[in-house]
């Protein structure tokens, strides 16, 4: 079973669609109520929601997941049943299985109903019709390359007396990104320093984003959020809510990190923890999702038509 307990809960929806091939006359047959075994499309949509709801304890590898909604819609040809399945969920992995899987046993559940009339009949396709919801929907579609670069403050990587891993995590996942890193350094926890850094390289370098890792916890020597507060000219508190939500559900240490994150010019800085597993904690929450913060900073439009399609989704719940 695949790990998926480093991704972050998004809206996951997904439609499919399963058609079956029937007689004209077994289609009229439904039309008009005559099915040996009652109506059969009241009992597939049933059964539908059904698989939907239970898709894990069909498909081995599937996740337990907690469905929001699972909808079907039926379509009668002149010789064909059309079953529509549309499934949503706020969870860490997509529902295009739980969307098939909800089609598929609602074409069965029609086809074990009507067998008796219509030997003929044939489940011809089941199909994904689109899925969305996770990180490539979120990827970076701006054009060009965002311009990177990564902070790590430590006395004693900086004396050499020990080897940085966290900043190399950091740079490799902008890299993977496909963020150019231009600058890495590595310096002691001291304020002063980290400022003088943070300053040179938004005004003078003018870069995209920088990423800081330590002094964000409760020693003397953990200055960095002090140092950020002088240099950002505004704050975005939701970042470093997202990151101790994030990491309080893999450690209960989470609640002591003083991380911020905020926006000089158009230079969105980020601070995180100096250990290994609060960097990837950190990592995994913000991306590809920062990749937002750069639309809005060069007013980028939204998407109108997908604004209005919520706004009316909303209207009708």
Request: proline share 8%.
């Given at each position: 079973m695949r790990d998926v307990s480093s991704k972050v809960n998004t809206l996951r929806i997904a439609t499919a669609r399963a058609t079956l091939k029937a007689s004209p006359e077994t289609i009229e047959l439904i039309k008009k109520g005559g099915a040996p075994?009652?109506?059969?499309?009241?009992?597939?949509?049933?059964?539908?929601?059904?698989?939907?709801?239970?898709?894990?304890?069909?498909?081995?590898?599937?996740?337990?997941?907690?469905?929001?909604?699972?909808?079907?819609d039926f379509d009668l040809d002149e010789d064909a049943i059309h079953i529509t399945t549309t499934v949503k969920a706020i969870y860490k992995t997509g529902v295009e299985m739980e969307a098939l899987t909800a089609a598929s046993v609602a074409a069965l559940t029609i086809y074990d109903m009507l067998k008796m009339v219509d030997e003929l009949m044939q489940i011809e396709?089941?199909?994904?019709?689109?899925?969305?919801?996770?990180?490539?929907?979120?990827?970076?579609k701006r054009a060009g390359t965002l311009k990177a670069a990564v902070l790590v403050l430590s006395d004693t990587c900086a004396a050499g007396k020990k080897q940085d891993v966290s900043g190399r995590l950091i740079v490799e996942k902008l890299e993977e990104e496909g963020l150019s890193v231009e600058e890495y350094k590595i310096i002691p926890d001291d304020a002063e320093l980290a400022r003088t850094n943070l300053l040179q390289w938004s005004d003078d370098l003018k870069l995209d984003i920088i990423i800081t890792t330590g002094g964000t916890g409760l020693s003397s020597r953990d200055t960095t959020p002090e140092a950020i507060k002088e240099v950002i000219e505004r704050e975005l508190p939701g970042v470093a809510e997202t990151l101790r939500a994030y990491g309080q559900e893999r450690n209960p240490f989470a609640m002591f990190s003083r991380s911020l994150a905020g926006v000089r010019n158009k230079t969105v800085i980020i601070t995180?923890?100096?250990?290994?597993?609060?960097?990837?904690?950190?990592?995994?929450?913000?991306?590809?999702?920062?990749?937002?913060?750069?639309?809005?900073?060069?007013?980028?439009?939204?998407d109108a038509k997908g604004d209005e399609s919520r706004l009316q989704e909303s209207s009708k719940k």
């Open positions: 075994k009652g109506d059969p499309l009241p009992v597939a949509k049933v059964a539908a929601i059904q698989a939907a709801k239970n898709c894990s304890q069909i498909i081995p590898y599937c996740h337990p997941m907690p469905v929001d909604y699972v909808g079907v396709t089941v199909v994904l019709l689109e899925k969305k919801g996770g990180k490539s929907d979120f990827k970076n995180l923890p100096g250990s290994t597993g609060g960097v990837k904690d950190g990592l995994s929450a913000l991306f590809p999702f920062i990749f937002h913060a750069f639309k809005m900073l060069n007013d980028e439009c939204h």
